[in-house]
């Protein structure tokens, strides 16, 4: 473990941009592991509305989707990846009391309230939005997807990422806080990535099985 620690911080001294997308993505990537692993499509909700589909689409929706891990990765190392570490940059130098040393809990406190009330509300659409589109979908369905995830989804947030981001900006370097947060937050992706791919399901639509069953 050490060893692999210490192999980071080397290639993120020399490559840093490149680092960063390869661990961020690696770890979005875990975390629809996780979710597709602890989660499963066989539940599907009731309506006076019905949908035949066959058995064989059954399987498939509960089937592993290597697409949509990929999809995760493609997300964590191509975009969230430069956005995260330009946002705690920018965090870490621009948001601050002037009057006060950087460090100062005060200016942490700030931060954590500037990440929270404005990061958070904004990234979660744009994570929706972003998956939604590499689906193949309009953005008729990622309307429909923060219609029904994004309120809801927030409020789960704000009970876990104001505390970690405390500590975080307090006790972790700059260079690291994009690190921290992913590891945190592999279990907070597959939560994303659950939300995600439960709301891409025709929430309308309940199975009939065709061809029929009988008990």
């Given at each position: 473990m050490f060893k692999l620690l210490e192999l980071y911080k080397h290639s993120l001294t020399k490559r840093?941009?490149?680092?960063?997308?390869?661990?961020t993505g690696s770890l979005f990537g875990?975390?629809?592991?996780?979710?597709?692993?602890?989660?499963?499509?066989?539940?599907?909700?009731?309506s006076d509305n019905y949908n035949i589909v066959s058995d064989n689409d059954v399987k498939d929706l509960t089937s592993y989707d290597y697409l949509r891990t990929l999809r995760?990765?493609?997300?964590?190392?191509?975009?969230?990846?430069?956005?995260?570490?330009?946002?705690?940059?920018?965090?870490?130098?621009?948001?601050?009391?002037?009057?006060?040393?950087?460090?100062?809990?005060?200016?942490?406190?700030l931060r954590v309230s500037v990440?929270?009330?404005?990061?958070?509300?904004?990234?979660?659409?744009?994570?929706?939005?972003?998956?939604?589109?590499?689906?193949g979908q309009s953005i008729a369905v990622a309307k429909k997807k923060l219609d029904v995830e994004w309120w809801n989804t927030l409020k789960v947030n704000w009970t876990i990422w104001p505390l970690f981001q405390m500590i975080n900006f307090s006790f972790i370097p700059l260079q690291h806080q994009l690190l921290a947060v992913n590891v945190i937050a592999i279990f907070w992706n597959a939560f994303l990535s659950y939300k995600n791919s439960i709301?891409?399901?025709?929430?309308?639509?309940?199975?009939?099985?065709?061809p029929p069953v009988t008990e």
């Open positions: 840093p941009h490149i680092t960063n997308a390869i661990m875990i975390g629809d592991v996780v979710a597709q692993l602890l989660f499963s499509h066989s539940e599907y909700p009731s995760a990765i493609t997300y964590g190392s191509l975009i969230f990846s430069f956005i995260g570490k330009k946002w705690y940059n920018i965090l870490h130098y621009n948001v601050r009391f002037s009057h006060i040393h950087n460090s100062h809990w005060k200016n942490q406190i990440d929270q009330i404005l990061f958070a509300p904004i990234s979660l659409p744009f994570y929706f939005c972003c998956m939604t589109i590499m689906e709301t891409a399901l025709d929430k309308e639509k309940r199975i009939v099985h065709y």
